[in-house]
């Protein structure tokens, strides 16, 4: 018989409760550097790919980032 501690239990249940969240989320990827800059809420029922022009810190300027794969 496995006993879980307090702490143990909240750990698990916050990691699973995380993994819910990632499924909500996308990464935008500089298209100069390709870094990955942002992360943000993806919108139901979108068929193209998000695209932006944000500022990149690897760049120093304001370039397109698009929604990664």
Do not use: W
């Amino acid at each position: 018989m496995i006993l879980l501690t307090k702490h143990a239990f909240f750990d698990t249940f916050n990691k699973a409760s995380e993994l819910i969240n990632m499924k909500d989320k996308t990464v935008l990827i500089c298209q100069e550097c390709l870094s990955r800059n942002y992360e943000v809420k993806k919108t139901p029922g979108r068929t193209e790919r998000f695209e932006m022009k944000k500022y990149c810190d690897k760049c120093k300027k304001h370039t397109i980032h698009k929604e990664s794969k």
